[in-house]
Structures are given as structure tokens and as C-alpha cells.
């Protein structure tokens, strides 16, 4: 299955079934398929809490399925991130090639940051560069989403405390994390990571949640990135940033949830956000970074891909750029029947 989120008539968040191009929604499969009521009006996480493996919510889609039920349109929806996190823990330099290209030695365990939710924004929703940063990258990432306890968990049986995946863009503030070739003369880091990667909307999350069991495994999947640049020669085209896979991960998913719950009880709806592959703009030649007015693009193999503008601290992007497209787009999207 695939999980979305969209607002109620109160604007509340509430979780859906994204079947193509539309949505079973949570009160049509109260109302037509026997979903129970008091699961059709949660979000996302908390039909995770609330309904262990999904499973009652896999019942009622399939009987939904089998009456010939027709969703709504999704363009007919108010969609926002597909889901509104517990905790949210970061692997650093979780990529073989990624840690090469830093000219790093391989870590001899997972190291690890948090970002919260203020973080999060969902497909097509803007990635605000605050003015505190001039070296604002892109990091494609495989999202975990907990489904259910993990506390010392082994690796071995950590992927049953999984209920799902999604592409994550583990947007950073490099100079603000002391990437010294984001660094102008005088300047220096923080000296750790939580401005440079925990800012207001510095995680597109979508675009929406796969299940365990429609992905597969987890260490088999393409995993890329885009950027498409508002000035310059590439204006206007999207030009690949990193091309990845994520056997190159140099702890895998069942080994970073072993890890992380031997200290930290992961809970349902918490998510893992597992690391980049090379490729990213700080460390090519010259830097790239982002600036208001581009659009990045964020892919991984079987789940989809989040697209988000960069606008500036206020909102502002140049006229006829990329991002000003896209959000335009966004505001007056294309209604279907």
C-alpha cells in the first residue's frame, strides 16, 4: 500500500490510499469497506500506533477493491507531507562513496543526528535558504518509517518493526556545518549539525509512505538526486546531482535500527533517515549550491520522487524561474473527475 496524508474539511491531517491517480480515503473505507471509525480519522502515524502491521487497514482496502469502491481524485485533495514524525534520527556518512569523496576514512559505527519536525515538508512545498546560509545542498536519502517498538532489537529481526519507506531530502546548511568548501575566508561552522540540517523545512519527505512489504528490500534501490538551476548555463534543466545505490551504504537498514534501539526506543511513526550517496554539491569542482528560484528533485527506485522550490527567507523567488513554475503549478494544480 501507499499512504498519504491530506487535510479534513477542519484541516486536520488525515491518512489515505494512494490507488494511481486517486485516494481511498479513511471515511470512505469507514463508510463503504468496514474500516473501523475510529481509525478513519487518524493521520498517518497514528493509524501506525493505532493499527498494528496496518493490517485492518489492509483488510479494508481490500474489500474496497474487490466492490469496484472508486477514490477521489488526488488532485481533488489537499495533500501535505505524508507524515508527521515522533523522532526523526540522521546517519552521517552512511555511503561508501560519499565518505570517499570527503576524503574520510570509513566509520567503524553508524554516527548519528536528530532533526524535528519543523523540518519536514512534503512534495512540491518549498525549501526555505535562510539568510544565515550561502551553501545550501541537497542530500537524497532512503526514509525507514517505525511501525512498530524497537528497543534493542537485533539486526536480525529489526525489519519487522518496519512499516514503511520514503524518499527524504536531508537538506544542509554546509557552511553552517563547517564543510570547508563551503567556508569563506574567516568563516567557520558551528561545530555541530543542528542549524545546518535542522532549519525550518530542511526535509521534503514523500511522496508518500510505500510499505514494507510493496518495497522489498531495502537494500536494493537506485537512489538519486536532481537540481534544476534558476541562472546559468543549465538554467531550466534538470541536471543530475547524484546517482546512487543503496547497497553502497556502509551500515545497512537492519543494522542502523539495531544500533539506534539499543539506546533510543524507536516508536511507531518515527523515521530513520539513512544517509546520501556521493554526488552532492559541496563536494564537486566547483561547489554547487542551491539559491532561490532552483527546483530539487530527490528519487528513490519503487517509492517515487519529492520535488521541492527553493525560494528565499520570505518567500521570494525570481520571476520565471524553475521554482516560481512549481509553485504556481502547486497553487492552481490541474482538477480531474
Same mark, same amino acid.
Given at each position: 500500500?501507499?499512504?498519504?496524508?491530506?487535510?479534513?474539511?477542519?484541516?486536520?491531517? +488525515?491518512?489515505?490510499?494512494?490507488?494511481? @491517480?486517486?485516494?481511498?480515503?479513511?471515511?470512505?473505507?469507514?463508510?463503504?469497506?468496514?474500516?473501523?471509525?475510529?481509525?478513519?480519522?487518524?493521520?498517518?502515524?497514528? /493509524?501506525?500506533?493505532?493499527?498494528?502491521?496496518?493490517?485492518?487497514?489492509?483488510?479494508?482496502?481490500?474489500?474496497?477493491?474487490?466492490?469496484? /469502491? +472508486?477514490?477521489?481524485?488526488? #488532485?481533488?485533495?489537499?495533500?501535505?507531507?505524508?507524515?508527521?514524525?515522533?523522532?526523526?534520527?540522521?546517519? !552521517?556518512? &552512511?555511503?561508501?562513496?560519499? +565518505?570517499?569523496?570527503?576524503? /574520510?576514512?570509513?566509520?567503524?559505527?553508524?554516527?548519528?543526528?536528530?532533526?524535528?519536525?519543523?523540518?519536514?515538508?512534503?512534495?512540491?512545498?518549498?525549501?526555505?535558504?535562510?539568510?544565515?546560509?550561502?551553501?545550501?545542498?541537497?542530500?537524497?536519502?532512503?526514509?525507514?518509517?517505525?511501525?512498530?517498538?524497537?528497543?534493542?532489537?537485533?539486526?536480525?529481526?529489526?525489519?519487522?518493526?518496519?512499516?514503511?519507506?520514503?524518499?527524504?531530502? @536531508?537538506?544542509?546548511?554546509?557552511?553552517?556545518?563547517? *564543510?570547508?568548501?563551503? /567556508?569563506?575566508?574567516?568563516?567557520?561552522?558551528?561545530?555541530?549539525?543542528?542549524?545546518?540540517?535542522?532549519?525550518?523545512?530542511?526535509?521534503?519527505?514523500?511522496?508518500?509512505? +510505500?510499505?514494507?512489504?510493496?518495497? !522489498?528490500?531495502?537494500?536494493?534501490? #537506485?537512489?538519486? *538526486?536532481?537540481?534544476?538551476?534558476?541562472?546559468?548555463?543549465?538554467?531550466?534543466?534538470?541536471?543530475?546531482?547524484?546517482?546512487?545505490?543503496?547497497?553502497?551504504?556502509?551500515?545497512?537498514?537492519?543494522?542502523?535500527?539495531?544500533?539506534?534501539?539499543?539506546?533510543?526506543?524507536?516508536?511507531?511513526?518515527?523515521?530513520?533517515?539513512?544517509?546520501?550517496?556521493?554526488?552532492? !554539491?559541496?563536494?564537486?569542482?566547483?561547489?554547487?549550491?542551491?539559491?532561490?528560484?532552483?527546483?530539487?528533485?530527490?528519487?528513490?527506485?519503487?517509492?517515487?520522487?519529492?520535488? &521541492?522550490?527553493?525560494? !528565499?527567507?520570505?518567500?521570494?523567488?525570481?520571476?520565471?524561474?524553475?521554482?516560481?513554475?512549481?509553485?504556481?503549478?502547486?497553487?492552481?494544480?490541474?482538477?480531474?473527475?
Amino acid at each position: 500500500m501507499r499512504l498519504i496524508a491530506h487535510l479534513d474539511d477542519l484541516s486536520l491531517p +488525515v491518512a489515505g490510499i494512494l490507488e494511481g @491517480d486517486r485516494i481511498l480515503t479513511l471515511a470512505q473505507l469507514a463508510e463503504h469497506a468496514g474500516l473501523a471509525e475510529e481509525l478513519a480519522i487518524l493521520d498517518p502515524r497514528g /493509524l501506525l500506533a493505532e493499527d498494528e502491521d496496518l493490517a485492518e487497514t489492509r483488510a479494508a482496502v481490500d474489500r474496497a477493491r474487490r466492490s469496484g /469502491l +472508486v477514490g477521489t481524485p488526488s #488532485a481533488a485533495l489537499r495533500l501535505v507531507a505524508p507524515l508527521d514524525p515522533g523522532k526523526i534520527v540522521c546517519i !552521517g556518512q &552512511n555511503y561508501a562513496g560519499h +565518505v570517499r569523496e570527503q576524503g /574520510l576514512p570509513l566509520p567503524t559505527r553508524p554516527l548519528l543526528f536528530a532533526k524535528f519536525g519543523n523540518a519536514v515538508v512534503g512534495d512540491r512545498e518549498p525549501v526555505i535558504r535562510p539568510p544565515t546560509t550561502h551553501a545550501l545542498d541537497l542530500e537524497a536519502e532512503l526514509a525507514v518509517v517505525i511501525g512498530r517498538r524497537a528497543r534493542r532489537v537485533a539486526a536480525a529481526d529489526a525489519l519487522a518493526h518496519v512499516a514503511a519507506y520514503a524518499a527524504a531530502n @536531508d537538506i544542509s546548511a554546509r557552511d553552517l556545518q563547517g *564543510s570547508k568548501p563551503a /567556508l569563506g575566508e574567516g568563516e567557520r561552522g558551528d561545530g555541530q549539525w543542528l542549524r545546518a540540517k535542522g532549519s525550518d523545512t530542511f526535509l521534503p519527505l514523500g511522496p508518500c509512505l +510505500v510499505t514494507a512489504d510493496e518495497l !522489498g528490500d531495502p537494500g536494493d534501490l #537506485a537512489i538519486r *538526486s536532481w537540481r534544476t538551476p534558476a541562472t546559468g548555463t543549465d538554467a531550466g534543466r534538470e541536471v543530475l546531482m547524484q546517482d546512487g545505490h543503496t547497497s553502497d551504504m556502509v551500515f545497512d537498514v537492519p543494522a542502523l535500527l539495531e544500533f539506534i534501539s539499543s539506546v533510543i526506543t524507536l516508536e511507531p511513526g518515527d523515521v530513520v533517515i539513512t544517509g546520501t550517496p556521493a554526488g552532492v !554539491g559541496a563536494f564537486r569542482d566547483p561547489p554547487v549550491f542551491l539559491e532561490p528560484g532552483d527546483v530539487v528533485r530527490v528519487e528513490v527506485e519503487r517509492i517515487g520522487s519529492v520535488t &521541492n522550490p527553493i525560494v !528565499g527567507p520570505d518567500g521570494e523567488v525570481p520571476a520565471g524561474s524553475p521554482a516560481t513554475n512549481l509553485l504556481t503549478a502547486r497553487s492552481h494544480p490541474a482538477r480531474s473527475d
